[in-house]
């Protein structure tokens, strides 16, 4: 299967990364599996903390992306 790199690059999809296909009706939904944050306490507070490794963490433009939901939109 192939994913434009257009989508590839807007969700963070890598070479090598997990996804996880599932099929409702007539649609098949594709999802990245990333692991979850580990709950830490920093003093009397929990901070998620990512539990995967710097390398293999997507780089996301978060001013990008609200920026291209703003255009979205008439």
Known sequence: MV?????????????GAEIQITIED??????RV???PRLVKV??????????LPDARPVVDVGARI??????WP
């Open 67 to 72: 920026e291209d939901e703003r255009n979205r």
């Open 34 to 36: 990333a692991p979850g």
């Open 43 to 52: 003093g009397r507070r929990l901070v998620a903390r990512p539990t995967a």
């Open 26 to 31: 007539a649609a098949i939904r594709l999802e």
């Open 3 to 15: 994913i434009p790199a257009a989508v590839r690059d807007r969700v963070g999809l890598t070479a």
